[in-house]
């Protein structure tokens, strides 16, 4: 068997949830005050799709995002992107079409999906996103890209998002 290895970029504003949500997908853990900085380019798990093992490898921006300091090395060779913004941060809804952009200048059309992630502050927060819910729906409509609600805290949807693109991968 052909090992398939697949490098995914997580993009987004800062504070979204970016490191977090690589730290749970390949480590299974949650940490409050979470380091701005995994020290690392990349983590990595391996999955089964189809029967295929699949090694995907998440790359974290180490914070880069709040300089607009992103590299070029660092999309180079994407062949995934998870575009997330956070349920109670409407700036980081409103920047998701240029970080789509920038993904799409860099490396062309590659299997995307948009996150809102922190669902879990819903409740909290109900007045001021209600209709940004809404407007993601929208929006993802647009963009063409599959959309999903996860919960990096509470591991809501998270395995959900990497399993859509490794397949979605395996199928072009
Ligand atoms: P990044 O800058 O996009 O990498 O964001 P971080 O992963 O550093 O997360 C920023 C803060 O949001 C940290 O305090 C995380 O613990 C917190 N966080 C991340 N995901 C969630 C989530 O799903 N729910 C809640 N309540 N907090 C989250
Ligand atoms: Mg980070």
Redesign the pocket.
């Known amino acids: 068997d052909m090992e398939v290895a697949i490098k995914v970029v997580v993009v987004?504003n800062?504070?979204?949830?970016?490191?977090?949500?690589i730290q749970r997908y390949c480590k299974g853990v949650?940490?409050?005050?979470?380091k701005?900085t995994i020290g690392v380019d990349f983590l990595e798990r391996q999955i089964l799709v189809n029967d295929e093992d699949v090694r995907l490898m998440l790359w974290d921006t180490a914070?880069q995002e709040e300089f607009d300091a992103i590299t070029k090395a660092y999309y180079r060779g994407a062949q995934a992107c998870v575009l997330?913004f956070s349920t109670t941060d409407r700036d980081s809804f409103e920047a998701i079409s240029s970080w789509w952009e920038k993904v799409e200048v860099e490396v062309g059309d590659i299997p995307t999906v948009l996150v809102q992630?922190?669902?879990?502050?819903l409740d909290e927060t109900w007045t001021v996103i209600q209709d940004l819910c809404e407007e993601a729906e929208g929006l993802a409509k647009k963009l063409k890209l599959r959309f999903y609600r996860?919960?990096?805290?509470?591991d809501l949807n998270v395995n959900e998002v990497f399993k859509y693109l490794a397949d979605k991968y395996l199928q072009r």
């Open positions: 987004g800062g504070a979204v949830g970016k490191s977090s949500m949650f940490t409050k005050d979470y701005k914070g997330v992630n922190k669902i879990d502050l996860t919960s990096v805290k509470e």
